[in-house]
């Protein structure tokens, strides 16, 4: 059963790609490249995360050692630069979801690394698109035309499957069963809170696709008697952001119980949505099969995902990544170089006092290497990242982009129900110290999705940034009454004894 | 939208019929009434739940206030004895998953009590029968019989209701849009471990059918507009058998954080099998409907049920409760009754060590009646309950009755992945504040149930008593080897950092 496998973090294709990706040239209209107060505050909110930025250290013995330590069946090495693979390396890998804002770049990176990637999906992202009346800003090709642009490309294969994880449990068990991968990585969810709150067929299809579908994905590989590492997608929203009064730990948080007894818990969940809560489930998923069946289970919290293209995607046009801007489906910050790059006011919810954590696209598929090289042991708890590269308040994003295009900013009536203001402070050191370096949120790479929206502003429907999904009635109340500021926070679990604060 | 209820706790209906229902004559065989030493140490082991009762109290002032406290749209009051209402206090309760062993109980119980009943069931539990080539001990009659004969014998309709909550959901709602209930009771969920853990189909069954089902109904509520309490029947196996290493809160925790932060959380969830974690997920996806859309929801975290037949259930034959001996329904008290019954010897699991709590079905009922009467404010965090009467090791239970019987003990090789021995001590103060009374184990009540198993002792097939769902293929080895005591240690997430204890 053990694999014996040799894999080197090192300087090759990934960081010379990402460097060859971001050679974009042309600069923002506006005001270019000036660094505002907003630009400043937003670098001091960003400041939060940087205690754990410097703790990274890329290249030591000790790291080594951790890396190594942690892969039962595997024997990682760490050295600088990136990710790249000695001889006999390559894993098999299924990316359930591939077809997705972060699967597909996922499975061209790792086809690029030399793995060997199986592409699931049943395509729900492009039906659901239909049903919206969206489409992605960026003229996305079929899978089909996909893998087949990436083989004359690259020369490489990757194999497209459409199955539907939720439903089709006995067709993902003869998959599993055939191609005995080493590695499942789970993308197939459902992804967008406001459409997960759209309403009761939405919320339905949530939980029914997401849980259904990570369930039948656990039950799959149990039966299939294979030892199957699994890589999920799920997001910082698990933690309820900034409520717990301190810096997120990576996972799993350490508490004192009645008694004074010391123990490590997972870390309370405390969702905002249901998209949000289905992660959360999961996690509840991942921990009893962990336990019971010892499954090797990596579950990654993701902040809010930028950027379009990667250094795969950029290849020939054919390869490249969707773009949403709509409300439901848009990142915020895409949504809101989308709205600059249309000279459109952004719009920004409440007072824009929520502070997120972000991350590029490229460094997802980066981090999603990582983990997939550097399994857990079996029989150990589920390994938890925290994959975010910095944190923002959103307001200050909007200034930032503001301060250097002139774009105004309409402060509109959150449709969320969440706090008015929060701050986030994360702990992300373990992808550092796998060598993963993150890029930072700067100018240039602003420019690089700013250009695609310009280019493909032709095909952009305005109409479709203006939320449509409300949290609660109360919510589409104050849509209705024109309120902006005044979102109410809503109960709180976690209260501060001392203090009362919320 | 408010509601002017007004519900006493009173010494009627409840108590008179639960004496009445308690008269049995016969003795056990073998060593009647005889108090052992096993049945001196169950008592030792019962003690651990001892300091809560002795902290009821049932009629105070404080209490009648705490009550009226938690009803933001009732005015309940509390007096000595048991609950019975004043005029214009009847609910309109749809109970979902009302076929069932604690379901039926319930109906009866609240219609008895002047509710108005909607018994909602597929028959999934039937099914499931005719799928194990089981049925129960006692020889139940189909739905709508039982109805007609609660007519007949009470005066007193019961509507019943076939609806498929996880898949039906448009039915539900146009259910709940036309009876407007005050409250659902949520029992429409697949309810045994072992059949949770006894292979692909039913592991997926008991996910898909439990939370989307729960899911289903949170969202129904929500579409329907209408202020609708929802008292969901939980488990105490969502704590984690004895890993917290101190008497175990109802639903919440407080915690010290890191930086002496003191915080209230929802008791983190350790559950012990695919069963268990459905009740895991359903107590996040009330977390979030509660904060998000204000819903009045109660959890109640129940022990393990024992008992057959309640008050209401013996006043008719065609009226009897189900009773399952089998290793996959039947619960373990009930097991042993039956198989002392029947003179074959008790089939304890591994060690025997598991301390578990335990409570009659007419307490059963008893609480979500108390539950019902008293809903949590709207707005509030989820109300949880601890609903157990007492706390007992396996093994000790079966000594209990090898001393009154003289049926001997077969230690068998354990089928769940579980600690071999652990500790239980509970908190259950709650209910004993809302004037819940509960029947302890004793000789008694053990011998109505092995009165029921000897009258129907024609109809049983041992053979079914044997497990045959086994929690990972470790369990099926250790089956196989004829292993009993050893056991191992799950893998505990909860781990005492001073001491390394798990």
């Excluded at 894993?91 to 979801?97: M, S, W």
């Excluded at 990436?150 to 089709?168: F, L, Q």
């Excluded at 590695?183 to 309403?199: L, N």
């Excluded at 402060?411 to 993150?438: M, T, Y």
Aim: charged residues 20%; hydrophobic residues 35%.
């Amino acid at each position: 059963m053990a694999r014996t496998l040799r894999v080197v973090l090192c300087a090759l294709s990934l960081c010379a790609n990402a460097e060859g990706f971001l050679s974009t040239s042309s600069s923002f209209a506006g005001k270019p490249s000036a660094v505002g107060p907003a630009a400043a505050a937003a670098a001091g909110s960003r400041a939060q995360i940087a205690a754990g930025n410097k703790r990274r250290q890329r290249v030591t013995a000790a790291d080594a050692a951790s890396v190594v330590a942690r892969g039962a069946s595997s024997s990682a090495t760490v050295s600088a630069g990136g990710l790249c693979m000695s001889e006999g390396s390559a894993k098999t890998i299924v990316v359930l979801g591939g077809d997705g804002f972060c699967g597909w770049p996922t499975c061209l990176h790792l086809s690029d690394a030399g793995h060997d990637v199986i592409m699931v999906d049943n395509l729900s992202r492009r039906r659901i698109d239909l049903e919206l009346g969206c489409e992605s800003l960026t003229p996305i090709q079929s899978p089909q035309t996909r893998v087949k642009t990436w083989k004359e490309v690259t020369g490489r294969e990757i194999k497209y499957v459409n199955i539907d994880v939720a439903k089709e449990y006995e067709l993902l068990l003869k998959l599993f069963k055939e191609h005995k991968p080493d590695t499942v990585i789970h993308f197939a969810e459902q992804r967008a809170a406001p459409y997960s709150q759209k309403g009761s067929r939405e919320k339905r299809y949530t939980v029914d696709n997401n849980t259904g579908g990570t369930h039948n994905m656990l039950v799959a590989i149990v039966e299939s008697g294979l030892d199957i590492h699994v890589c999920h997608l799920g997001t910082m929203g698990v933690y309820g952001y900034g409520n717990s009064g301190g810096e997120i730990p990576e996972g799993y948080i350490d508490v004192t119980l009645p008694g004074n007894r010391q123990q490590k818990i997972l870390h309370p969940a405390y969702p905002g949505s249901v998209y949000h809560t289905t992660k959360c489930l999961d996690a509840l998923l991942f921990q009893f099969y962990a336990k019971n069946d010892g499954l090797r289970l990596t579950d990654l919290h993701q902040g809010i995902v930028w950027g379009t293209n990667t250094p795969q995607t950029v290849r020939d046009e054919r390869l490249v990544n969707r773009f949403d801007y709509d409300s439901d489906y848009g990142t915020v910050l895409n949504r809101f170089l989308m709205q600059a790059a249309l000279d459109i006011p952004m719009t920004v919810y409440g007072t824009g006092g929520q502070t997120r954590g972000f991350i590029h696209v490229t460094d997802t598929a980066k981090c999603l290497e990582a983990a997939v090289v550097n399994p857990p042991a079996a029989n150990g708890p589920v390994e938890i990242f925290n994959q975010v590269a910095e944190t923002h308040r959103v307001r200050d994003l909007a200034q930032m982009i503001a301060d250097k295009t002139g774009t105004k900013i309409d402060f509109i009536s959150n449709p969320r129900n969440e706090a008015a203001e929060n701050e986030l402070e994360v702990k992300n050191d373990k992808f550092g110290n796998l060598g993963v370096d993150f890029k930072s949120l700067d100018g240039t790479l602003l420019e690089e999705v700013r250009d695609i929206a310009q280019k493909y502003r032709g095909r952009a429907d305005l109409e479709l940034v203006y939320p449509t999904s409300y949290w609660n009635k109360n919510r589409v109340k104050a849509a209705t009454d024109g309120e902006v500021n005044g979102a109410p926070e809503p109960t709180r679990l976690f209260v501060d004894v001392k203090t009362g604060a919320q």
